[in-house]
Every structure is written in C-alpha cells, then in structure tokens.
C-alpha cells in the first residue's frame, strides 16, 4: 500500500492541489461577503467565487492628487509637534489646527486647507519663526499613508467589493491617490471620495434675548464605538448607535462633557415627556427649545431632542459611566452615511478630482466583453499550444498529460485568486497565458530530455534524465522570479498582478506540475 503512494506522491500532490483549487473556487465558505445589490455588481458574482477586477466588471478609476503644501527640513527648536502646528495656523486667516500638521519623522509642516497658496503658506512659515528648507506642492508621507487608510475604510463600509486603494507617483516626483472600484459608476465614487466626511455634534439653545446659540459637543475622536444602521423601532426614521468615549488622558472626557453641557443647557428640564420635542427651525437656525444637531461636513442634517430617561440619566450623572447614545436621523440612508463617515474616519486633506483624466469608467457592458474576449483567447492559447504539441511529438502518451498538466497550473491559480479575493483584471490574464507557454516550454524541455536517448528501459535511466532536465528548469524558473521581482513590489498598477501570477505560476510548476508530470511520463514510458 505504501509502495504505490512513495511512488507516485507527486501526481497524487497534483491531484490535493487541484482540488483546494476546486474548494477555493466553488465552495460557499470562499464567496464574496456581499451579496448582489450591498456593492458587489452581478458580474462579480456567478457559479465560482472569482471577483473581478475593473477590467473585467466595468467601474470607476479615479487618479487624484491630496491638496495641500508642505515645508520641508523644518527646525522645530525643541518644540512639541502641537505647538509648531498651532503657531503656524495662528499666522494663517481662517485656518484651523485641524488644516495645520507637523510631522517630526519627516521635518515636515504642512497646510491641507485647499484655499491656502502657496504664497500664504510661505508668510505664514516666515512669521511663525521656523527655519524650513522649501515649500512644494502635496501632503507628507504620513498624511497619505493616513488617506490611504481612510479611503479602504470608505470602500469597505461602503460594501464596495474588489475596490483597491494606492499611493503611485508620477515621473515629476508628485504623488496620486489611485483608487479603483468595479461595478460602480463614475458619479458614485467621485460622491464617496470627494467630502472629507466629518461629522459632529452640536447644540443649539436659546438666549435671553430670543436668539439661537450653536455649539460643538461632540466629535468623531470623542467616539470609542460606532455601530450600523438600523431603522427606529417605531416611525419611518433610523438611527446609528453609538458609545462616547469616558475616558481621557488629561482633563475631562467626551462623555462627562457632553453630559455636563447637556445638562448645563437645561435638557433634563425640557424633556419629561415622551411628548416633548425639539423645535429648531433649520432655515432660519433659530429654537424655543435646546436641541441637538446631527452636523455632517457642516451641514446640519438632522435636529432632535432627548428621550427623557436619557436626559434624567445625564441629570444623575450615570450616563457618562456607559456613554450610550444614538444619533438620530429621518432616512436610513442618511443613517447608512453617517455610519459610514464616523467609521472610516474623514480624510485628512481633500483629494482634488476637478482636474481631466482624474477619472476613467468602463461600463458593466465594455467589461463583459473584455471577459469574453480574454475567455476566447485563452482557449485560441490552449488548441495553439496543444496543436503544435501534438505536431511535435504525434504521441498522445506524452502530448495529453503536458496539456492537461499545463492546464491544471491555470486552474491552481485561479483557485488562489478566488481563496484571497485577487480581483481578476487583463494584465492576470495576460499572467495566466504566460504561464501555459512557460509551463509548456518546460514540459516539453523534459519530453525532450526523457525521450532523446531512444526508450527509456529502466527508472533510474528515466530519472537521471529528468534531474538534467529539471536543472535547466529550475534555472529558467529563477531567472523568471528575478525578472519579474521588482514589477511584483514596485507600484506600477497593472504590471503587479501580472508579475504576481506569473511568478506563482512558475513556482506551482517548479514545485508541483513538473515533478507531477515526470512522475506521469516514467508510469508512461518507462518499460520496466
């Protein structure tokens, strides 16, 4: 029993292989999270768990810079980052610290408020006291790894799948956010990407003198958990609940301030009843009563008062220890954004996507039709490869197994892009084609080998001319990973996908095919 596995171990790992490909590809466990309709397009979704890339689904690649100005080699004399950040914005009219950072790995500053020159950024560098190196246009290394991070949250909540985020620069040295998403149309991530998606809490009250004043309380740091959408239990209106953080390093925190001011603005006095409501006026800002307003991007989009027992919880002093809330809105699809906003966070500068060629679509037809077309020419690769084996050799025990072997590499491949979600695109493709001819060439480099001595009339003949062959393999294999290394890791696109599976494919047909096949060729060939 033993003998025939020690044998034949190779074709029977062939065999394991081949079928973690098949659970890879068509096994439930191994689909898509979303479904149809939650921002997966129907052509990512069919009879196997492959996802497709923009290519191949149609969608949206927008190329974008993030808008800012940025001084280099500054000296910042010993002082805190917060400090440097401070003093410069004071030097800069209507800027925040919030469009002021400093960043000390890099001896950086930089201004990320769109409507700061680069002329104002300079005056305000000259009078803040810091010595700095140059101004040039663009965000730090810091800034867009954080960009980065907010837009993959963006596209994940948004259950956008196959979506992909990169950070490419361009021959003059300026950087690009570089964003792709199938299945979506172009005005629907221009939508996403374009707001810088804050969100906050303020409270409006009246005065004495029959005026409204508006106040922030709350925002997005200030919140430990955020959770989905959901709609009201009663009415037509939504929610997303959400906890304030109780916590701080120093002074007071968010929820023992949003408690204090809450009740400092005479909420518990005002709701007693479930009856009671908030009666701000949104045209013309003003109110009779305190409110809390749903402020996102600077638009108040909802107001609303305070269920009683909650105001009676912050009066006691109690609600702080949880910090439980929700934020109230009348749509579900407002809910679905603010969600969406507060868990991926805003962005830390403006992508600027007003400019021509910041954006390509490729609508869902274009992309079925590269599909079909990279389908016939996989299948015009395959009768090619297999119509001059067959001219070569004229022997089906030797042509039949390298195809069906140079074939089951592809497969193999297309079990992995499915197991880790690689969204196929054209230049994938362009990879799984180079792997049959490199897979084929070196097949046919052990045929050759194995059958240019006449018949093979014993095993160890058979395997002292497959080990030559198998060293001319290995070599070309390495020579193939050299080649195709630095397309894998530099950022270059589409040449990544295609140097990833081109490398995977010679590495399962050093490892796996060609040692399957030499096993397949000595039970064949070998006369005793």
């Given at each position: ?166 950070q490419v620069q361009s021959i003059t040295g300026e ?36 005026t409204a004043v508006q106040e922030e309380v709350l ?310």
């Open positions: 029993m033993l003998e025939p596995i020690k044998n034949n171990w190779r074709i029977l790992l062939l065999v394991a292989v081949v079928f973690g490909a098949s659970v890879a590809l068509f096994a439930p466990q191994f689909s898509p999270d979303t479904a149809p309709g939650e921002g997966v397009s129907e052509a990512q979704q069919g009879v196997t768990n492959l996802q497709y890339g923009l290519d191949l689904a149609g969608g949206t690649r927008v190329r974008a810079p993030l808008e800012g100005h940025t001084a280099t080699d500054v000296a910042f004399d010993g002082d805190t980052p917060d400090a440097v950040a401070r003093a410069v914005a004071a030097e800069i009219d209507d800027v925040s610290t919030r469009d002021v950072g400093a960043v000390p790995d890099e001896q950086a500053v930089e201004v990320t408020d769109p409507s700061v020159t680069e002329a104002q950024f300079r005056e305000a560098m000259d009078a803040s006291g810091y010595e700095y190196g140059s101004i040039r246009a663009g965000v730090t290394q810091e800034t867009r790894n954080v960009a980065q991070s907010v837009i993959e949250g963006k596209i994940n909540e948004a259950g956008l799948s196959g979506g992909s985020v990169q950087y690009f956010m570089l964003v792709e998403v199938p299945g979506e149309g172009r005005q629907s991530v221009i939508d996403l990407l374009e707001e810088r998606g804050t969100v906050q809490i303020d409270i409006a009250y009246p005065t004495g003198d029959g925002i997005q740091e200030d919140f430990a958990e955020i959770g989905t959408a959901a709609q009201a239990e009663r009415g037509s209106g939504a929610y997303v609940p959400v906890t304030v953080r109780n916590t701080a390093e120093t002074g007071q925190s968010p929820a023992h301030g949003f408690q204090d001011a809450v009740v400092e603005r005479g909420f518990p006095e005002t709701y007693t009843t479930q009856g009671d409501r908030c009666t701000y006026d949104p045209e013309t800002g003003e109110t009779e009563t305190p409110c809390l307003l749903l402020v996102v991007d600077g638009e108040v989009v909802n107001s609303f008062g305070m269920d009683p027992d909650l105001a009676n919880s912050m009066a006691t002093g109690s609600w702080a220890d949880s910090g439980n809330f929700r934020l109230t809105t009348g749509e579900f699809a407002e809910a679905q954004t603010i969600s969406l906003n507060l868990r991926a966070g805003a962005l830390p500068a403006e992508l600027d996507v007003s400019g021509e060629g910041t954006s390509s679509s490729i609508s869902a037809t274009q992309g079925e039709n590269f599909r079909t077309y990279s389908l016939v020419t996989g299948v015009f690769a395959v009768f090619a490869v297999a119509g001059m084996v067959f001219l070569r050799y004229r022997e089906p025990r030797v042509a039949l197994p390298m195809i069906v072997t140079a074939l089951s590499e592809v497969y193999v491949l297309l079990g992995f892009a499915a197991l880790v979600g690689y969204p196929l695109e054209l230049a994938v493709i362009a990879g799984f084609i180079a792997v049959v001819g490199t897979g084929v060439d070196d097949l046919v480099i052990i045929a050759d080998e194995v059958m240019s001595e006449g018949e093979v009339n014993s095993r160890k003949v058979f395997n002292s001319r497959f080990r030559r062959a198998f060293w001319v393999i290995g070599a070309a294999a390495a020579t193939t990973i050299l080649a195709m290394s630095p397309l894998m890791v530099l950022s270059l696109g589409d040449l990544s996908g295609f140097a990833i599976f081109t490398i995977l494919g010679v590495l399962v047909g050093v490892f796996v095919t060609r040692p399957a096949y030499g096993d397949i060729l000595r039970r064949l060939l070998t006369v005793r």
